[in-house]
C-alpha cells in the first residue's frame, strides 16, 4: 500500500495537461469545484496516483459535466449537496476511513448519463463478473439493451474520446429535439425515465412518441435492474448509488 502523498507528489500529474485539453475542447465541459480533503482520500483508497487522468479528476475537481449535464463524470465535490452531483466515493459506496481490504468489486462506477447509463472501469476479473472487456477497460451499461458493451478503451482513452466529440455518434439515436434545454434543468442526481422505456420496441421505432419525466437516478438505475430481473432472470450488476 503506498501512502497518499506518494500518489500525490508525482512529476508528472496529469491535471495541467488534462486541463488544457478541456480548455481546447468544443464538447461543453463544466468543471465543478472540489474538495482536496474527498480528493486525497479518494486517491489513497483507490490507490492511484495523480499521474492518471482517473486521479487528477479525483483529486483536482468535482466532477465534469459533459454536455449540459448528459455525460456526469465523479470526481470530488465540496460539501453534501443533496442535489449536487454525487462523488466518486459516493457512488461507490467506498468507506468513509482508509480501508486496505476494500475494492470496487468488479469495477469502478466513473461516469453515469441522463439515461441511466453507466460507465465503469474494469476490475481485475471481468469475466467473473459477466461483464465483458478486458482489465482496466471502460464498458457501458445500455438502458436501451439492457446490457454491458466493452468500449475497446482506458480510462484515458475513453476521457479523450469524449473531448474529441465522441458522444454525439455514440448518443445518435437516443437524443431528441431540445433534449440540452431538458437535460440542464435537471440536478446531479436526476436521470429522465421514459415511457415507454428505451428498451421497448415502441420507444426504438419513435423516440419522439415517448414521454419522459425527471427522476432521482437511484430509481433510474433500480429500474434497470428491475427490467434485467424480469427479462434474463439476472441483475446486471452494481451500478452505483446516488
Known amino acids: 500500500m503506498r501512502e497518499v502523498h506518494e500518489l500525490i507528489n508525482v512529476d508528472d500529474p496529469a491535471w495541467p495537461p488534462l486541463l488544457e485539453e478541456l480548455s481546447g475542447t468544443g464538447v461543453p465541459v463544466e468543471v465543478l469545484s472540489g474538495d482536496g480533503e474527498v480528493g486525497r482520500a479518494g486517491l489513497w483508497q483507490l490507490q492511484i496516483s495523480a499521474r492518471s487522468n482517473l486521479g487528477g479528476i479525483v483529486l483536482n475537481c468535482g466532477g465534469l459535466l459533459v454536455d449540459s449535464g448528459w455525460l456526469r463524470i465523479f470526481g470530488s465535490p465540496r460539501g453534501n449537496d443533496a442535489e449536487g452531483l454525487p462523488s466518486l466515493a459516493e457512488v461507490n459506496a467506498m468507506p468513509s476511513t482508509f480501508d486496505p481490504a476494500w475494492r470496487p468489486g468488479p469495477g469502478l462506477v466513473v461516469a453515469h448519463d441522463v439515461l441511466g447509463g453507466v460507465f465503469v472501469l474494469n476490475g481485475g476479473s471481468p469475466r467473473a463478473a459477466d461483464r465483458p472487456g478486458e482489465p482496466g477497460e471502460v464498458v457501458y451499461f445500455a438502458p436501451d439493451t439492457l446490457g454491458w458493451t466493452a468500449l475497446g478503451a482506458g480510462h ?16 445518435r439515436d ?3 429535439d431540445g433534449w440540452r434545454s431538458e437535460v440542464s434543468a435537471l440536478t446531479g442526481r436526476q436521470g429522465l425515465s421514459f415511457f415507454p422505456p428505451l428498451w421497448s420496441a415502441e420507444a426504438r421505432q419513435d423516440l419522439l412518441a415517448t414521454s419522459r419525466r425527471a427522476v432521482p437516478m437511484t430509481e433510474l438505475l433500480g429500474l ?19
Open 174 to 176: 437516443l437524443r431528441w
Open 156 to 171: 484515458s482513452a475513453w476521457l479523450s474520446w469524449i473531448l474529441a466529440g465522441g458522444l454525439e455518434e455514440f448518443y
Open 224 to 242: 434497470s435492474r428491475d427490467s434485467c430481473l424480469q427479462f434474463d432472470g439476472a441483475a446486471p450488476g452494481f451500478l452505483g448509488l446516488t
